[in-house]
C-alpha cells in the first residue's frame, strides 16, 4: 500500500533547511540580503498574502521593510536555487482583522483556511506551517523557563538563549497519535463539539512522557471510547502547526466491541461501515455526515481504509 505522505496538508517542503549553517552569520547575512531572498509575513499568528490570481505569500526584502520592524526574524531554509527564505513575525495590527480591506493589495487570511481552500500550491502550504510554528514558538518563550528571565533568538531564529543563567531553549513539537479503529468492516469514529456539524473524524491524543506511540494509541481509544485495541500500525506523519504538534497517524485492531463514550472529549462516537465512511466522502450519506477534508491526515486514514480495508493492518 502506497501511503500518501505528500499529499497530505503541511506535508510538503522543498526548502533545504540548512541546518548545518544555523550558527554562520556570515552565511544568513549573505542569503538575507541577497535580492533574490525572500520573506513571509506573519500578522500575529496569520499570514499575509498578495492578492492575485493565486495569493502570493513571498515578500522582497523592500516589501516586508514596508511594513516596519519585524519582532521575529526566521531562516526557514533556501530554496534549489539557493535563495535564502526567512519568515518575519510582527505583532497583531499590520492588516484590518477582516483581512479584506481594499486600502491594501495584501489579505489577512488564518493558515488553516489558506489549507482548506487551497490558496496556495501545496509546497507553500508546508513552508507556512514551518514559519508558523517557528514564529509561535517565539511569541510564547521571551522568557526563559530555568530562571524567567528575557531569552534572545540565536541560531538564525532556531534557538533562545539566556544570557542570566546561560540556558538554551529549543524549540518544542508535541507528538499527538490520530488513530483509526478497526473492527472487520467496520471503524470507530468520534465527534468534538467544536467540529463542524454532522462531521467525525478518527480519534486522537496527545503522547504523555514515558509512553509509546503504540501505548498511546490503546491508551487514548480506551480513555475516550473504552475500546481496547490490539495490534497497531503506522501508516504516516503530519506536521500540524495549530500551533506546532506532529500528528502520527495510525491504524489499530480492536479486540472489544462496546462503546462507552468519555462525554469530556467526545460528543458523539460510533461504528462505521466502509459503504458508510464512502458515502461521507461522496456526500451521500443519508444522516448528512461528513469526514474531514483532504489537508488533514484523518482524511487519508479514512480513505486507505475505504479503498483497501483490513489490509491496511498490514502496512
Request: proline content about 6%; charged content about 25%; overall charge negative.
Amino acid at each position: 500500500m502506497i501511503v500518501p505522505s505528500a499529499a497530505i496538508g503541511f506535508n510538503l517542503n522543498q526548502l533545504d533547511r540548512r541546518s548545518d549553517k544555523r550558527d554562520d552569520e556570515a552565511f544568513i547575512a549573505r542569503l538575507r540580503n541577497d535580492s533574490a531572498a525572500r520573506f513571509l509575513v506573519f500578522d500575529g499568528d496569520v499570514p499575509v498574502l498578495r492578492r492575485g490570481e493565486r495569493h502570493d505569500p513571498w515578500f522582497t526584502a523592500s516589501e516586508a521593510a514596508a511594513f516596519g520592524p519585524a519582532l521575529q526574524n526566521v531562516f526557514l531554509g533556501h530554496d534549489s536555487e539557493d535563495s535564502g527564505r526567512f519568515a518575519l513575525g510582527f505583532a497583531p495590527g499590520l492588516l484590518p482583522t477582516e483581512g479584506q480591506s481594499q486600502d491594501t493589495p495584501y489579505d489577512r487570511i488564518d493558515l488553516r483556511s489558506i489549507a482548506l481552500q487551497g490558496l496556495v500550491a501545496q509546497e507553500l502550504l508546508g513552508v507556512l506551517g514551518q514559519a508558523k510554528s517557528m514564529l509561535d514558538w517565539h511569541r510564547r518563550h521571551r522568557f526563559c523557563a530555568n530562571c524567567g528571565a528575557p531569552s534572545r533568538a540565536t541560531a538564525a531564529g532556531w534557538q533562545r538563549a539566556c544570557d542570566a543563567c546561560g540556558a538554551r531553549h529549543f524549540p518544542r513539537v508535541d507528538p499527538v497519535v490520530i488513530m483509526l479503529t478497526i473492527d472487520g468492516d467496520r471503524c470507530l469514529l468520534g465527534r468534538q463539539r467544536q467540529f463542524a456539524p454532522g462531521m467525525y473524524s478518527a480519534l486522537a491524543g496527545f503522547v504523555e512522557p514515558g509512553e509509546t506511540v503504540e501505548d498511546a494509541v490503546r491508551r487514548e481509544v480506551h480513555e475516550e471510547a473504552r475500546i481496547d485495541c490490539a495490534e497497531v500500525v503506522y501508516f504516516a506523519s503530519q506536521p500540524w502547526p495549530f500551533p506546532s504538534s506532529l500528528m502520527i497517524g495510525c491504524f489499530a485492531r480492536a479486540s472489544s466491541k462496546d462503546i462507552v463514550i468519555d462525554i469530556t472529549e467526545l460528543e458523539d462516537a460510533r461504528w462505521f461501515t466502509r459503504a458508510e465512511v464512502a458515502a461521507m466522502f461522496e456526500g451521500t450519506h443519508p444522516d448528512k455526515l461528513s469526514a474531514p477534508k483532504p489537508f488533514a491526515i484523518a482524511h487519508h486514514l479514512l480513505r486507505a481504509y475505504v479503498e483497501h480495508g483490513e489490509a491496511v493492518l498490514r502496512g
